[in-house]
């Protein structure tokens, strides 16, 4: 079992950046993807980036391509979010969540998530 904490949210203007992070302890990232989601206020949870962790693959949602970059810092056992050119429509609780093997953009397919850091955007 792998308990996933979330951290790096909080509040910014549009056009800023933040970078969120996600700590893993009882196991290592070792065999798992590990994937960030979104959940706005009446929204639904939405994929946002994942990472395997053995090769690096990524896969990114459309809406966040090429403003966030998600990467793995190996001697952490961390997976980061580099959130840039934020607007308020990126207002969001942010979670990180792990499924074995590679990325998936289906939250379903998660097995163990983190409480969520928030992170809001203000005009």
């Known amino acids: 079992q792998v308990q996933l904490v979330e951290s790096g949210g909080g509040l910014v203007q549009a056009g800023g950046s933040l970078r969120l992070s996600c700590a893993a302890s009882g196991r290592s990232f070792s065999n798992l993807s590990i994937g960030w989601f979104r959940q706005g206020p009446g929204k639904e949870r939405e994929f946002v980036a994942a990472?395997?962790?053995?090769?690096?693959?990524?896969h990114y949602a459309d809406s966040v391509r090429r403003r966030f970059f998600i990467s793995r810092d190996n001697a952490g056992n961390t997976v980061n979010l580099q959130m840039n050119s934020l607007n308020p429509e990126d207002t969001a609780v942010y979670f990180c969540?792990?499924?074995?093997?590679?990325?998936?953009?289906?939250?379903?397919?998660?097995?163990?998530w983190g409480q969520g850091t928030q992170v809001t955007v203000s005009s």
């Open positions: 990472i395997y962790w053995n090769s690096g693959i990524m």
């Open positions: 969540a792990t499924t074995r093997g590679l990325p998936r953009r289906d939250p379903n397919d998660y097995s163990y």
